[in-house]
């Protein structure tokens, strides 16, 4: 496995994350457990919403995203975890059955002060229904440097 | 029940959202499933990483504050999705048998120019456990206005 570390983490560089098909049963569970809002949760009152459609929660959406995240890249990186983002946007709603295409851009990065040995990366996340754009965040990403 | 209405929304209004405890199979299901990092899965990576013990995943806690969120403003509320949100922090790592306890304080809210009976509300998300601040976010919230 290949170690990514602080240092890989060039502003502008893009790493693809992959492909995710949205599945209407765990979409569904997770609302009714964490965001049960009645467009999340019933199909009429989906319909009748401003989705049109029954709609994921915007916060399954960003579990979606992260995991991708997680699989293609902390998980073969030496992460040191997440202070949080400043910015987390749905653009566009999701629903059941949507491909949803993920991407994480390296916006700045720059070696912590206070701690040797500790990268601060600010990251772009993105994911694509086709062209539509549905969930972006702007969030920080600490990482161990390689020396 | 009482529908809350864009005009209820007034700044500064705290909202007192109750409690939840964290479970500890349940964080670490959410974790493998959305977050599986070695830290939020594993007792032993826990253990030896930044947080000291296995941490729930950030997205797990934001998820606990989104229901109470739900259950006691949303469903009682003329709501009409949510654009996103412009901070999202972790400031404190979040354990297994946490009690947490959850608040929304209105920040600003103006009425749409674009959709007449729609009200725009900034709010600010915070969890605690005891006095350490363990999640705080700032979104935005859409509600359908009385008149």
Redesign the interface.
């Given at each position: 496995m290949t170690v990514l570390a602080f240092e890989d983490f060039t502003p502008g560089r893009v790493f693809e994350l992959g492909t995710t098909v949205v599945d209407r049963e765990e979409m569904v569970a997770f609302a009714r457990?964490?965001?049960?809002?009645?467009?999340h949760v019933d199909e009429e009152a989906g319909r009748s919403?401003?989705?049109g459609k029954l709609a994921a929660?915007?916060?399954f959406t960003?579990?979606?995203w992260?995991?991708l995240y997680?699989?293609e890249v902390?998980?073969k990186a030496a992460?040191?975890?997440?202070?949080?983002?400043?910015?987390?946007?749905?653009?566009a709603p999701v629903f059941a059955g949507d491909e949803l295409q993920a991407s994480m851009e390296v916006r700045e990065a720059r070696r912590s002060r206070s701690r040797p040995g500790l990268g601060l990366v600010k990251l772009r996340a993105r994911l694509y229904r086709g062209d539509v754009l549905v969930y972006h965040?702007t969030?920080t990403g600490m990482f161990g440097t390689r020396e």
């Open positions: 457990r964490f965001d049960p809002q009645p467009f919403s401003i989705f929660s915007g916060w960003a579990g979606l992260m995991r997680v699989d902390l998980n992460s040191l975890g997440s202070p949080g983002g400043e910015e987390l946007k749905w653009p965040s969030f």
